[in-house]
């Protein structure tokens, strides 16, 4: 009998992220709490991004914030693939945080979109680009006239960070509907 070895492509390393960039539906087995980030909000304001450890939701603890990226090595270069808006590079040479891909996320978003990114027929997203600016600090009326349409109200109000997926070698943003 003849042993014969064939050629395999290598699979992705396997990066395994920690808990807050991990979509809840992967890890609700855990004792792990949901994230509540809404990327209209600045993560680096605490009462922005949440946890329901408690029966109401309160600021994720700043140890769980700045917790690195991943479990068992350092990163310190991510390019995520974020919806409606192309590649972000999130870098850090002493090590990525949660809570610097959070800011990063909501600095992409946080922008006029470009003009391939307009969309065709605004009136779409008219519904969600009014709800952020009521939501958002400020007078909405303020929002509305000066800070204008961003690239978050492409989002058409799913702006809630659900977590990172791997997909071909690259990191999938994915996003959830606030629960209203």
């Known amino acids: ?3 014969t070895a064939k050629e395999v492509a290598l ?10 960039l991990v ?4 890890r609700r087995h855990l004792n ?9 909000f600045d ?7 949440k946890d329901n450890r ?22 310190t270069e991510m390019v995520i693939e974020c919806p409606h808006v192309g590649s972000l590079v999130v870098e850090r040479p002493e090590g990525l945080r949660c809570i610097d891909v959070f800011y990063a996320i909501h600095c992409k978003y946080q922008k006029t979109p470009r003009k ?30 000066r800070v204008g349409f961003l690239r ?4 058409r109000g799913k702006r809630i960070f659900e977590g990172l997926k791997r997909s071909n070698g690259r990191w999938q943003l994915v996003f959830d509907s606030p629960a209203r």
């Open 116 to 145: 391939h990114e307009m969309p065709a027929d605004r009136a779409r997203y008219q519904r969600a680009f009014e709800q952020r600016c009521n939501d958002c600090p400020g007078l909405a009326e303020f929002n509305i006239r």
């Open 43 to 49: 993560p680096r304001d605490e009462a922005n991004v």
């Open 32 to 40: 792990h709490p949901l994230v509540y980030y809404d990327i209209a």
């Open 11 to 20: 699979k992705d390393e396997s990066i395994v992220l920690n808990w807050p």
């Open 152 to 155: 978050v109200d492409l989002l």
């Open 23 to 26: 979509p809840y539906a992967e």
């Open 54 to 75: 408690k029966k109401h939701f309160l600021a994720l603890p700043v140890r769980d914030r700045e917790l690195p990226v991943s479990t068992h090595c350092k990163i």
């Open 1 to 3: 009998m003849k042993a």
